[in-house]
């Protein structure tokens, strides 16, 4: 295979490219945009978006655009925070949203040849990072929740959501998080010993939040934490049976910060190096035709 469905594969003698290069190319030409001033950051400050200002003329090219951002970051998780905070205002979108849309899309334009690579000799062993950036939505004070997870040293998963209900403080936001995560981990690892590999290591479970790794692994905590206590018992009873094993990790190596923060130039490329986001210089924008029409959500 090396071309399906958008998705372009280029392999190599030990691993290969993932790639969306010319569906992202389509998008830029149905926005117009082939020829806007390309940029290489994502700099969308989502803390600043939101329901006011005045309504977009174009409802349905916004809707047509964010849901073509949305099946790229297939291939794009750089793009995942930014299409997450505009996907927000799908129903009633404004200028001011169509502005930061604009925005990524010069950053798409900037970044055409990234690509993502999988390595063919990676170990075998589960690693996942979560993070909640605590009461970010301005509109509803809700948080957003993310997660990455890496088999050996290639991304497999990863998300940015909106957790559904409010967090009272940030330990409970990252724990709920933590939770999510594991849940996640867990799937994984069946799905993994239905195909027959083997894990060689504990899955690991990387946050920040030094209180929310603190009330996974102790029980004294439960009585200051009855409201999450679903949460806390499903992730206590995994690290207690070694199912997983939470650590803690420096703020500045949390890779799932460029899912739920805008990060300066300088950490947002180091965190794009370390999900294996790279250029790939042999994609050549050609594929199929018949997929130029991006007007709907891509099958």
């Not at 030409?29 to 940029?39: E, F, M, N, S, V």
């Not at 979108?93 to 000799?121: D, E, M, N, R």
């Amino acid at each position: 295979m090396n071309y399906f469905l958008g998705l372009e594969v280029s392999s190599f003698a030990n691993g290969l490219f993932l790639s969306q290069a010319k569906y992202a190319h389509n998008i830029l030409a149905r926005a117009q945009l082939l020829d806007c001033k390309p940029t290489t950051t994502l700099m969308v400050v989502s803390k600043q978006l939101s329901s006011d200002g005045d309504a977009f003329t174009d409802p349905t090219l916004y809707h047509s655009m964010v849901g073509a951002l949305q099946y790229l970051t297939i291939t794009h998780p750089d793009l995942t925070h930014a299409v997450n905070f505009v996907s927000r205002y799908m129903q009633s979108p404004t200028v001011h949203h169509f502005q930061a849309l604009k925005c990524i899309l010069q950053y798409v334009k900037g970044t055409l040849h990234y690509s993502l690579y999988f390595s063919s000799s990676s170990p075998t062993s589960i690693t996942a990072y979560s993070d909640a950036d605590w009461a970010s939505y301005p509109d509803t004070r809700c948080s957003t929740f993310s997660y990455a997870m890496f088999l050996g040293d290639n991304l497999i998963s990863w998300s940015a959501k909106k957790q559904p209900i409010i967090s009272r403080s940030s330990c409970e936001s990252e724990h709920r998080v933590l939770a999510h995560t594991a849940s996640k981990v867990v799937w994984i690892t069946h799905v993994l010993r239905d195909l027959k590999v083997s894990l060689s290591h504990k899955s690991l479970l990387l946050c920040d939040n030094k209180s929310a790794i603190f009330l996974t692994l102790n029980l004294v905590s439960y009585k200051r934490s009855k409201h999450i206590a679903l949460d806390y018992h499903f992730i206590h009873e995994l690290a207690a049976s070694g199912v997983i094993q939470p650590q803690s990790v420096s703020s500045h190596l949390q890779i799932t910060n460029i899912f739920t923060k805008s990060l300066s130039r300088m950490l947002f490329t180091f965190l794009l190096s370390m999900l294996r986001v790279h250029v790939n210089l042999t994609l050549s924008l050609q594929g199929d035709d018949k997929e130029s029409n991006i007007s709907r959500y891509p099958p």
